[in-house]
């Protein structure tokens, strides 16, 4: 499962490169930005590992529309099938890509998909799911989850013929949460509601929808364990370290994606799980700490007055 998002990464009141994004704003401030299409490998256990890179810039020289994140998708896609020919991939979006050109590179390269479907999206295939969003859930889900109460109800539809060439299927879960006071006792409050619906070209059936819809939301974890720790968890994606260089700030992009699934691997590995189960206060920052205070005593003294400060 393949999570493909884009996300800032800096902005600035001037120009600050030949390739910079533009936005205006309704009183005709400029803001000028960088922006970056990122495809990341996501697992059920918060694994999210940087697979391909593209940015989403403008060319140099004279171009009458900017780039835009649909564009830069099939720039990542061609990356993608030329660096993992074989790969079995399943692409997961957001409700961006819910459009013809993303639909004829996934059955092109023989990928499959999940695309967060919206309401203001694809006329045609919302008015063929009235009568099944009338009818009996496919599949029923009860379970605890964080303290709450999930009731969850399942929907599809399977070939819904879109342009008369892509055969979609739809899928719904419609999700109560009610907060759990004890255990077999829920709160009376009004329950929190929830809608997801996506397309897909796989095939469901009973057995496979909640699969597929859970599939569905692992896109998630690219904005929380990619990008928010990417921006909030020390590694300071969007701080700007190369002001004036885009060169610069590519690199420092990369570096930062090798860096942090180097950490990744390391914080998933047997030994510092275990680590953290022995001892239940201590978290992987203190171990970062710890390891930043062992190589700054075992750096002679000399090596320490030309060495970089290791924070
Ligand atoms: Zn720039």
Redesign the pocket.
Known sequence: MIAVDATGVMSFDHK??D??LTRTSSGGKIT?Y?YVLEAKLVTRDGLCLSLATEWIENPVGDYIKQDCERKAFLRLAAKLKKQYPRLPICILADGLYPYEGAFEICEKYGWKYIYVLKDNVLPSVHEELVLTKRKDPAKENHCVKDGNWIDSKYRFQKDIFYHNKYNLHWLQCLEKRTKQMKPGKVSDAKPEEFCFEYVTNIDPTKDNIIELCYGGRLRWKVENEGFNTQKCGDYELEHKYCRNS?EGLQNYYTCLQIAHAINQLLEHSREIKEMLKEHSKETIRNIWQNLVSYMIINTPYKDYLITPHPS
């Open positions: 600050h490169c390739q910079c000028y960088h885009y």
